[in-house]
T-cell receptor, first 114, second 117 residues
Framework: GAVVSQHPSRVICKSGTSVKIECRSL??????MFWYRQFPKQSLMLMAT?????????EQGVEKDKFLINHASLTLSTLTVTSAHPEDSSFYIC??????????FGPGTRLTVT | AQSVAQPEDQVNVAEGNPLTVKCTYS??????LFWYVQYPNRGLQFLLK??????LVKGSYGFEAEFNKSQTSFHLKKPSALVSDSALYFC???????????????FGQGTTLQVKP
């Protein structure tokens, strides 16, 4: 099946620094990718839709200046958490659309801000 | 607004017994429905989908789901549960409102399946 990777799988950073998370579709091209945030034992919260070659579409309540998304190619989208704070600690998951109906998910990135 | 509900936070079943994880939906138009499974500290794995056609959909790892339009349900089932099926299960519907098919998925709150030996 289709594979989506994320890097890094875990990251610990200090408060005030920025962290970049990469999402790659390994064996298919994805014009649309999605970024989710998940708190422990909770559902996924969609943060933004990332479109190749254009600006991301952010969900209501998500700060676009804090969570920078870049979709520079058909196989790579990046999420940068700027000036991270402890409340940004979470599990971040990306996904990519393949074809009309199927969405494939990355393994997730555990971010801890100290 | 479109939504998905999973009424049970947790389902417990003995190994070898049949399992059902419930999902109901509320959408405008014909729904595109999905089931995903998540193991601890991992991303979501696709199990199955309903787009059109037969109401009984067969998916990965022996799972199946039945689309019931009159009851607006899409319950996940497996005839014989395994301990390794223990995980977090999400039902989802594809967003088709607003400007059209955005591709976004709307998730239920998740159901933890616990299969005991």
């Amino acid at each position: 099946g289709a594979v989506v990777s994320q890097h890094p799988s875990r990251v610990i950073c200090k408060s005030g620094t920025s962290v970049k998370i990469e999402c790659r579709s390994l064996d298919f091209q994805a014009t649309t990718m999605f970024w989710y945030r998940q708190f422990p034992k909770q559902s996924l919260m969609l943060m933004a839709t990332s479109n190749e070659g254009s600006k991301a579409t952010y969900e209501q309540g998500v700060e676009k200046d804090k969570f920078l998304i870049n979709h520079a190619s058909l196989t790579l989208s990046t999420l940068t958490v700027t000036s991270a704070h402890p409340e940004d600690s979470s599990f971040y998951i990306c996904s990519a659309n393949r074809g009309n109906y199927e969405q494939y998910f990355g393994p997730g990135t555990r971010l801890t801000v100290t | 607004a479109q939504s998905v509900a999973q009424p049970e936070d947790q389902v417990n079943v003995a190994e070898g017994n049949p399992l059902t994880v419930k999902c109901t939906y509320s959408v405008s138009g014909n729904p595109y429905l999905f089931w995903y499974v998540q193991y601890p500290n991992r991303g979501l794995q696709f199990l199955l989908k309903y787009i059109t056609g037969d109401n009984l959909v067969k998916g990965s790892y022996g799972f199946e789901a039945e689309f019931n339009k009159s009851q607006t349900s899409f319950h996940l089932k497996k005839p014989s549960a395994l301990v390794s099926d223990s995980a977090l299960y999400f039902c989802a519907v594809r967003d088709r409102e607003g400007s059209g098919n955005t591709g976004k998925l709307i998730f239920g709150q998740g159901t933890t399946l616990q299969v005991k030996p």
